[in-house]
Nanobody, 134 residues
Framework: QVRLVESGGGSVQAGGSLRLSCEAS????????MGWFRQTPGKEREGVAA??????????NFDDSVKGRFTVSKDITKKILYLQMNDLKSEDTAIYYC?????????????????????????WGQGIQVTVSS
């Protein structure tokens, strides 16, 4: 059973940093596509960052709104996906979700920007609140 559990959220002032973690279990971590998404009330869920979990592929994609401020990384041994968020802005306030989906027969993740679309992922965490005050 696939399980994704986010942690590390909270409140921070604008310009500050937070690191989100997503602990994964129930699937072979090295053969999935994973991503971070966020959602605010009344808006659709949007992709923030996406990365393949394979050991041989560290490439990642980011939404334009977070490029240069957010980074994504993975610890394959611990089965944890991280989202490092720097220079946070009030508009980053949202519930953040971790998502995963198997790579499939092609053994690769969808290309950008498809890998930032929520519809590409079948497994989701419960979400965690990030609040940035100005």
């Amino acid at each position: 059973q696939v399980r994704l559990v986010e942690s590390g959220g909270g409140s921070v002032q604008a310009g500050g940093s937070l690191r989100l973690s997503c602990e994964a279990s129930g699937f072979p971590f090295g053969s999935y596509c994973m991503g971070w998404f966020r959602q605010t009330p009344g808006k659709e869920r949007e992709g923030v960052a996406a990365i393949a979990t394979s050991d041989s592929d560290d490439s990642a994609n980011f939404d334009d709104s977070v490029k240069g401020r957010f980074t994504v990384s993975k610890d394959i041994t611990k089965k944890i996906l991280y989202l490092q968020m720097n220079d946070l802005k009030s508009e980053d306030t949202a519930i953040y979700y971790c998502a995963a989906d198997p790579m499939g027969w092609a053994v690769k993740c969808p290309p950008y920007p498809k890998n930032l679309q929520p519809s590409q992922y079948n497994y989701w965490g419960q979400g965690i609140q990030v609040t940035v005050s100005s």
